[in-house]
């Protein structure tokens, strides 16, 4: 009896582990038309309610509502494209109407549910084109780009790295180009070779080394490309001869010469628009301006340094703008306690190459700025508003009340499209008119009284939209039926999920007498590809924790090792923060004397931190005398050292370095109550490349040691993650990498967990 409650348990905890949505709030109409409504989670949003209608005799399901997690708008056609985890959905801008596009996968054909962040889709600037990864797998997926008039797909690229945070290319102004990367290596793709069906082999595009934040595009469709210490200038018309010979020919002309080797992993750069200055940002933080000299290349130009802009830790620039009347403004965001926070700078450059002005602005709740496409204006969204300014002066010009907008598109230089948190608009300047394009997500809602419209009160506002119509309306004095569950046909209910997809699921039972039957409003969705337990559960060890159990839950744990640099510490706790993550920090006692701000912060992010030792060294050399009373004083300094600089205590969990173990280690541990964490994964995120000429084959890029972290991991892995820079030299670093990994294990139906839910699971 005892096993037979233990398996009903172990079964009934597998299919709980990883709730992706929610359903509530049925009313079913006397047509047999059904409204509910669906709640998911979205890095970077939170949660948001989306609301749907099913005729339960047809099977035919609509789309009510659509939160814009990204938002496109092609130029020719004035409509506007919503991607969410739902699916891609087409808005016309005049009519409102809303439509699921057939070329993306979405919830209301194929009941699929996105997971995790989206690739971006991107437009072309002429509108014509859609950019974007199709068939996404762990690190990577394929580059394909969409001809909207032709309604074609043609496959640019395979296996892309994939990119959470950024396009997947870069458009030349006049849409007849883009440029995108691949294995370390810059690639240009001709759109008018594409029409005339003769594009070239991808080994015959290449441009050359690096990644695309290498490359920036600048005005009459010139290319800057930066290489060490040069900045080249390269003409589009030039792309084929130059690729072609490029064994013979320099891959551009030199414009200039920047003062240190550029690390396009931390290192960001904007051309001016007249092409002669370069804004570059050093790892994120420090702000300089040159001006380049194309005569003298084997000197650094003039330098114009920000040294009032060198930004904490904490700090990243998010946006750039720079119009033709070299005015910058620079919006850098923060974190602080977890929370996020915004600073805004304005510059102007002189052309005797010296700064006319410097200023912080007194906005500090601006989440993003648009340039209008005469550069003449600049909006500015907020909180619970959105403001037009002059972009030179900076003078208020209006305000638009539109609480919670999240992003905005200019359609022309009078019509701004603002998609919001609860309602997407178009807004005319000039006729300071508001046009309805959607509803993010839900309110209060229901049928009308004759069960012919839906009503929606939303954020004090009422919408009504006809049941066989796609379009919301703003309504005063419409009233809603008393919401119900069953009809002359159907009866609905609400009961727990069978598949762990869903925290729970719709039950539809037909009532009437020749058809009595009950089933699931939806089929199993495809999302999530949930792998299989393994048959047996692995020993462990509670002395030296290498992970929690195979069986009971699919769930891991990245563990986040800070030694002697906190590089990348603002991305990891930027990116544990849009997924809502509470992991676990192993940290070097040297770190938290040198890097107090940093250490802080992570304290004060709400995560578990444990001890990684007072100093960092390999305790396996003969000259070390590791006895217990040597290791307890290193806890003990490392305890006293974190409480001075964060107020905070040592959660009782650590590491030596080194992941190093032995019996004297773990008294030691026990007799300071402390767990010792192991692993049971190397990622080898701190192989340099100078380790791979020693041992050929170990270096891996971190889309590489993402695959392979998702081909060695099991249900209660423990899987480290270095903060900052291994010794030696990298491509790329892991930690830049942590939202795709997160994706890809949220893909397979993983939850992840700091280290001490990992223990208590596993007991």
């Given at each position: 009896?005892?096993?037979?409650?233990?398996?009903?348990?172990?079964?009934?905890?597998?299919?709980?582990?990883?709730?992706?949505?929610?359903?509530?709030?049925?009313?079913?109409?006397?047509?047999?038309?059904?409204?509910?409504?669906?709640?998911?989670?979205?890095?970077?949003?939170?949660?948001?309610?989306?609301?749907?209608?099913?005729?339960?005799?047809?099977?035919?399901?609509?789309?009510?509502?659509?939160?814009?997690?990204?938002?496109?708008?092609?130029?020719?056609?004035?409509?506007?494209?919503?991607?969410?985890?739902?699916?891609?959905?087409?808005?016309?801008?005049?009519?409102?109407?809303?439509?699921?596009?057939?070329?993306?996968?979405?919830?209301?054909?194929?009941?699929?549910?996105?997971?995790?962040?989206?690739?971006?889709?991107?437009?072309?600037?002429?509108?014509?084109?859609?950019?974007?990864?199709?068939?996404?797998?762990?690190?990577?997926?394929?580059?394909?780009?969409?001809?909207?008039?032709?309604?074609?797909?043609?496959?640019?690229?395979?296996?892309?790295?994939?990119?959470?945070?950024?396009?997947?290319?870069?458009?030349?102004?006049?849409?007849?180009?883009?440029?995108?990367?691949?294995?370390?290596?810059?690639?240009?793709?001709?759109?008018?070779?594409?029409?005339?069906?003769?594009?070239?082999?991808?080994?015959?595009?290449?441009?050359?080394?690096?990644?695309?934040?290498?490359?920036?595009?600048?005005?009459?469709?010139?290319?800057?490309?930066?290489?060490?210490?040069?900045?080249?200038?390269?003409?589009?018309?030039?792309?084929?001869?130059?690729?072609?010979?490029?064994?013979?020919?320099?891959?551009?002309?030199?414009?200039?010469?920047?003062?240190?080797?550029?690390?396009?992993?931390?290192?960001?750069?904007?051309?001016?628009?007249?092409?002669?200055?370069?804004?570059?940002?050093?790892?994120?933080?420090?702000?300089?301006?040159?001006?380049?000299?194309?005569?003298?290349?084997?000197?650094?130009?003039?330098?114009?340094?920000?040294?009032?802009?060198?930004?904490?830790?904490?700090?990243?620039?998010?946006?750039?703008?720079?119009?033709?009347?070299?005015?910058?403004?620079?919006?850098?965001?923060?974190?602080?306690?977890?929370?996020?926070?915004?600073?805004?700078?304005?510059?102007?450059?002189?052309?005797?190459?010296?700064?006319?002005?410097?200023?912080?602005?007194?906005?500090?709740?601006?989440?993003?700025?648009?340039?209008?496409?005469?550069?003449?204006?600049?909006?500015?969204?907020?909180?619970?508003?959105?403001?037009?300014?002059?972009?030179?002066?900076?003078?208020?010009?209006?305000?638009?009340?539109?609480?919670?907008?999240?992003?905005?598109?200019?359609?022309?230089?009078?019509?701004?499209?603002?998609?919001?948190?609860?309602?997407?608009?178009?807004?005319?300047?000039?006729?300071?008119?508001?046009?309805?394009?959607?509803?993010?997500?839900?309110?209060?809602?229901?049928?009308?009284?004759?069960?012919?419209?839906?009503?929606?009160?939303?954020?004090?506002?009422?919408?009504?939209?006809?049941?066989?119509?796609?379009?919301?309306?703003?309504?005063?004095?419409?009233?809603?039926?008393?919401?119900?569950?069953?009809?002359?046909?159907?009866?609905?209910?609400?009961?727990?999920?069978?598949?762990?997809?869903?925290?729970?699921?719709?039950?539809?039972?037909?009532?009437?007498?020749?058809?009595?039957?009950?089933?699931?409003?939806?089929?199993?969705?495809?999302?999530?590809?949930?792998?299989?337990?393994?048959?047996?559960?692995?020993?462990?060890?509670?002395?030296?924790?290498?992970?929690?159990?195979?069986?009971?839950?699919?769930?891991?744990?990245?563990?986040?090792?800070?030694?002697?640099?906190?590089?990348?510490?603002?991305?990891?706790?930027?990116?544990?923060?849009?997924?809502?993550?509470?992991?676990?920090?192993?940290?070097?006692?040297?770190?938290?004397?040198?890097?107090?701000?940093?250490?802080?912060?992570?304290?004060?992010?709400?995560?578990?931190?444990?001890?990684?030792?007072?100093?960092?060294?390999?305790?396996?050399?003969?000259?070390?005398?590791?006895?217990?009373?040597?290791?307890?004083?290193?806890?003990?300094?490392?305890?006293?050292?974190?409480?001075?600089?964060?107020?905070?205590?040592?959660?009782?969990?650590?590491?030596?370095?080194?992941?190093?173990?032995?019996?004297?280690?773990?008294?030691?541990?026990?007799?300071?109550?402390?767990?010792?964490?192991?692993?049971?994964?190397?990622?080898?995120?701190?192989?340099?490349?100078?380790?791979?000429?020693?041992?050929?084959?170990?270096?891996?890029?971190?889309?590489?040691?993402?695959?392979?972290?998702?081909?060695?991991?099991?249900?209660?892995?423990?899987?480290?993650?270095?903060?900052?820079?291994?010794?030696?030299?990298?491509?790329?670093?892991?930690?830049?990498?942590?939202?795709?990994?997160?994706?890809?294990?949220?893909?397979?139906?993983?939850?992840?967990?700091?280290?001490?839910?990992?223990?208590?699971h596993a007991k």
């Amino acid at each position: 009896m005892r096993r037979f409650i233990t398996i009903l348990l172990f079964i009934f905890i597998i299919m709980h582990v990883y709730p992706e949505a929610k359903f509530s709030g049925m009313d079913l109409g006397e047509s047999n038309t059904l409204l509910f409504k669906l709640s998911t989670d979205s890095p970077g949003y939170g949660k948001y309610e989306t609301l749907f209608q099913s005729q339960l005799k047809t099977g035919e399901l609509k789309q009510l509502t659509c939160f814009p997690e990204q938002m496109i708008l092609l130029k020719d056609s004035k409509e506007v494209r919503i991607h969410n985890r739902f699916g891609v959905f087409r808005v016309n801008t005049q009519l409102g109407e809303i439509e699921a596009i057939d070329l993306f996968s979405s919830f209301v054909k194929t009941n699929t549910l996105k997971v995790g962040k989206l690739p971006p889709i991107q437009s072309s600037p002429d509108g014509k084109y859609l950019l974007y990864i199709s068939e996404p797998q762990n690190a990577y997926g394929n580059l394909t780009l969409y001809d909207i008039d032709k309604m074609e797909e043609y496959l640019v690229s395979e296996k892309v790295d994939l990119d959470f945070n950024n396009p997947p290319g870069l458009w030349s102004p006049d849409s007849q180009y883009f440029i995108y990367s691949k294995k370390d290596s810059i690639y240009y793709f001709s759109m008018n070779h594409l029409e005339e069906n003769r594009v070239f082999a991808e080994n015959m595009r290449i441009i050359g080394d690096g990644v695309l934040k290498n490359v920036s595009w600048a005005d009459k469709n010139t290319l800057y490309y930066i290489k060490g210490t040069f900045v080249y200038k390269i003409l589009s018309s030039e792309f084929f001869s130059r690729a072609f010979y490029k064994d013979v020919l320099r891959i551009g002309t030199v414009s200039g010469k920047i003062p240190f080797d550029f690390d396009p992993n931390f290192d960001t750069f904007w051309i001016g628009p007249d092409g002669k200055k370069i804004l570059l940002s050093k790892e994120g933080r420090n702000l300089f301006l040159y001006f380049l000299k194309s005569d003298d290349f084997t000197s650094v130009g003039d330098v114009q340094s920000l040294p009032y802009l060198y930004l904490p830790n904490n700090s990243q620039i998010s946006r750039i703008i720079w119009s033709k009347e070299d005015q910058i403004t620079v919006l850098a965001r923060k974190i602080i306690s977890g929370k996020k926070s915004i600073n805004l700078f304005r510059i102007a450059v002189k052309e005797d190459k010296a700064f006319s002005s410097f200023m912080k602005t007194d906005d500090d709740d601006v989440t993003d700025l648009i340039l209008s496409p005469d550069e003449k204006s600049v909006v500015l969204i907020k909180e619970n508003k959105v403001e037009l300014r002059n972009y030179l002066s900076w003078q208020l010009s209006a305000i638009i009340n539109h609480p919670n907008a999240l992003n905005a598109i200019w359609q022309n230089e009078n019509e701004l499209v603002i998609a919001g948190e609860y309602t997407s608009i178009l807004y005319n300047f000039l006729l300071k008119k508001t046009t309805l394009l959607s509803l993010s997500q839900t309110g209060d809602y229901g049928f009308s009284e004759d069960e012919q419209s839906v009503i929606m009160k939303l954020q004090g506002k009422t919408y009504a939209r006809k049941i066989d119509n796609s379009s919301w309306k703003p309504v005063s004095g419409i009233k809603t039926k008393k919401p119900d569950s069953e009809s002359e046909s159907f009866r609905v209910y609400i009961s727990e999920s069978q598949t762990g997809l869903f925290e729970n699921m719709i039950m539809v039972r037909n009532i009437e007498a020749e058809t009595y039957g009950t089933f699931p409003l939806f089929e199993e969705p495809r999302s999530i590809q949930f792998e299989p337990f393994p048959e047996k559960d692995d020993k462990i060890s509670f002395d030296v924790f290498n992970h929690g159990s195979r069986l009971r839950r699919r769930e891991v744990s990245l563990v986040f090792n800070v030694i002697d640099s906190i590089q990348g510490l603002t991305t990891i706790l930027n990116v544990l923060s849009d997924y809502h993550i509470n992991a676990t920090f192993f940290i070097n006692g040297e770190a938290i004397v040198r890097y107090p701000g940093g250490i802080t912060e992570i304290a004060n992010s709400g995560h578990e931190v444990g001890s990684l030792f007072y100093s960092y060294f390999n305790m396996t050399n003969s000259k070390y005398n590791l006895d217990k009373e040597f290791i307890k004083k290193g806890l003990g300094i490392t305890e006293d050292e974190y409480f001075a600089a964060t107020g905070h205590d040592l959660d009782l969990y650590w590491h030596a370095p080194y992941y190093f173990v032995n019996s004297g280690i773990i008294e030691a541990s026990k007799e300071m109550n402390y767990t010792y964490v192991g692993k049971d994964i190397d990622t080898m995120d701190w192989v340099s490349e100078n380790e791979s000429s020693i041992t050929r084959g170990i270096y891996l890029t971190s889309s590489e040691l993402i695959e392979k972290i998702m081909k060695d991991k099991k249900p209660g892995s423990i899987i480290p993650i270095l903060v900052g820079l291994p010794q030696g030299k990298r491509k790329d670093y892991l930690f830049q990498k942590l939202d795709t990994l997160i994706n890809a294990l949220l893909n397979k139906g993983y939850t992840i967990v700091p280290v001490s839910t990992l223990i208590r699971h596993a007991k």
